[in-house]
């Protein structure tokens, strides 16, 4: 279904230059209005639910700030004449089935076909403005206050009562079915939604009571209803971002410093006059671009072209960086303080530390980022522009243009086009700026797709490195009555917004600053909050002498994390901050477990208040036949040994639940980590799409399996340089790797909201296979990746 | 200018270059829309572009225009439509194996190549022939994947 709306505008496109530059005048491109006629709404419409039909004066759509005002049902949801459903969405698809659940929301709570309904999403001015597409809140957003769903009831209960007031009843005396309106006294008397909204628009505010459809009665949520996308991507039809082709395009191709920090001294455009495709140099300060008639002469002159560059900055060691971080100057925060816990933990029967490393990863997305922007009349007020990119936040990467080109933003349309997975802030967003500021150099659309080193080098905002210093302590009988975390972790920039282009490559290089946090003390928090679940799932959680909102038992604990100055870009990598809190959290509750003698769930089980969590665990315990005992299990030390881990989490404290069994083998000669089966358990709240959820969850687990065994972004801090420039140099798991056995089990609750899936599995892979490892090794890794190389010595230092 | 006379998903048709080392990747896509093979890695490591040339997969990517001149290539997007898939994309699209499928092509076609070969062949040895060659799926899809092509190899879409 975007196919379409993509071709409309290519053929949009293709108009006559007057018939053009009169439709841009007009606004932006093609007006709302367009779409909306084409969905069959127009204006006028219904008044407050309740009162009499008021027709209305026609009124344009077109809001010339280019916002889409989310509070009025128009804007989430159309109802044409001949019964075709149109909703507007801003979260985007990006494989994770979300469009598919989507579809399903509108099919459930209007009572229609799903195949009567039209998503589109994701495109500044048409779309609501909801921020990123990003962080397992999608569902939060879509099905809770002020979004698609509270939209879509307020429709349905509008045409309730129009229906009521044409049958002279009221509405409960009505029935829907298929789109259909019924007296359930007489069902030949009845009105399509078709009749009764009549094209037009229904003029309304979202209304915050309005009923949504109980979980306990879903029949098209809930069920595994194939994603609507997936028979094109099959059949090679699908048309991603990199598919986009705009008639007169032209294709760029960035040319990148060799080393972090290097200035533009001189560039040379001698170096590529005369080559094939007539090939433009854009400078911006420091960023640099080449422009070609095709592909491959804009990346033969890309590499010609001769850049005199500045030294780059230093970069520390990466032999000593963990120490490093530890020594730099930080902003401070505290997320937990009961103030005692340092004395807690001295005074206990038994205390424990460790230390935990993660290291910077990549999101090495499949694609390498690609955009097209088509961007008129240079800079200033009169100057506007298309841009087709993969962005997981159009209204953010929108203002943040309009801020780097010179050009306002209602100006500017962005247009959501699905690219690969992404995994976070990859380089979608800085690829849009090249591409954007080349064609404003040129005054021609321009395609951009990235080489992979620009992808690995730099391109993307790298997941965050940390350190994680644990202390807990037990009394006599094992409990645990004092938890201490520490940890230390850098940034660089982040998504980009309305006032900080720099946040990512393009827009630093292009002369905006890229921040980083300002030294600061640490203040007592106010509430509670576990959003990066630094707080372990054992505390209480209490905060400022409120009531605790943890999930645990335990009253004493500080939370503590200092943020210094990256020497890389950093952002969102998928389950960013939880994933390695979560690695250090859950590897430390399982030494502690050990070492007291205790079965890793049963010691777990013992401090957890939240019965969610305890259900989940329960169910993940039940489906891996976990065997209940100690951990290690007992070896011979010799070819491969066994062993069994597992982990948990609240996402975010406040998101979804989930356990991860992991079974692994470990080979004692060549240090080889073989995970031979995981088993899942999630609750999230009622479930949209059991398999869809099954298939996120897993190729979550499954990439976190990668990242924890094999991934890690390497430099050379001599030459200044990230050395970790393609899929050799950043290895991740492969075909052919052993694939393990995979189990899920899905725990719908239609008893509470819904909440997010999509970075329940890969926050417990680490943690899990971790303690599988330390299971049948009896040796404990504190540092990702799990490398055969530190397996050995591992195994070489028990000797 | 030279022209390159190739039949691409069973039409007969040319490929003109300036230079004989152009990809082959960049022109079946600028000069016949194709959409199936994709550009990754650039660098043969990743598989998006793979492309079947005389029946065997190859690298898009890096394969000169020149090396396939009267070569008969098949992309994914001829082996079948959303409307009539062939037999190996109605068992993706029944297991529902992917996340973004921006991969496709590579453990479709290397796939596909090695099974015809082979037919009967198990799930364990179609992932370690994969093996044999560099292909990846970022979104790590492999199980549901795996399991599409051994149903592909049993004569099965479901």
New interface residues.
Partial sequence: MRFENLFRRLDESRMTPEAKQALEDSGFGASRRDLLKSAGALVVGFAAAGASVTKLAAQSPINPTGLVDATKVDSWVSIAADESITIYSGKCE????FSTVQLQLAAEELFVPMSRVKLIFCDTGYTPDQGVTSGSQSHIAEFGPGGLRQALDTARDAMLQLAAQWFDTTADQLTIANGVISLKSDPTQNLSYGQIVQGERFNLVLNSAAIPKDPHTYTVLGTSV??V????????????V??V?VPGMLHGRPVRPPAIGAKVLNVDKSSVAGM?GNPQVVVVKDFVGVVAD???HAV?AAAALNVTWSAGTPLPDQASFYTWLTQQASADSLTLDSGDTATIISGAAKSFSAQYLHPYQMH?????S?AVADIRGGTGPKAYGRIWSATQGVYPQRDSVALLLGIPNANIRVIFV????C?GLNGNDSVSYDAALMSQAVGKPVRV?W??KDENVMGENYGAPYVINLQAGVDANGTLVGWNYEAWTASRGNRPNATTPGNILTGFLAGYPSPVPTPAKATQPTSYSNNGNSICNYLAGSVAGKPAAGTGTVNSGKVLTHSVASPFFTGPLRSPARLQNTFANECFMDEIAASLGQDPIQYRLRHLTDPRLIAVINAAQQASLWDTRPSPKSQIPFGAVSGRGMSCVLYEGNNGYSALVANVTVDLNTGIVTVTKLTASVESGPVSNP??MI??T??????S??RCLMEQVNWNSSQGIITST???RYP?????????Q?KTIVINNPNVSQTGAGELGITLTPSAIGNAIFDALGVRLRQIPYTPASVLAAIASKK | MAVYSVTVNGVKTSLT???PN??LL?LL??QL????P??????G??G?CTVLANGQPIRSCITAVADVAGMTLL????????AN??PL?QA??SQ?A??????????MLYGKAFIDANPGATADQI??A???????????????M?HALALYAQGKTA
């Fill in positions: 990006f494989g994770q089935g194939p994603r996308d997936i028979p094109a991507k099959a059949t090679g039809q699908f048309q991603y990199q598919n082709r094939p095709t592909q491959w033969q090495a997305a499949m694609a390498s690609c699905e690219g690969s997975g995994y797709q080489q992979r398999d869809g298939n996120q897993e190729g979550g687990i499954l990439q399996l990668s393609d899929w050799n991740v798991v492969q075909w052919g790797r052993p694939i393990p995979m | 270059a300036d230079d152009t990809p960049y896509q600028e829309q194709l959409m199936g994709k550009y990754g890695c650039g660098l490591q990743c998006a992309s994914i997007e001829g082996l079948g439509t959303t898939p062939h994309q993706f699209i529902q992917m996340q973004c499928g921006y991969c496709l092509s590579g453990p992932n370690a994969l093996g044999q060659t560099q292909l990846i799926c970022r979104c790590n899809s492999y199980p549901r795996l």
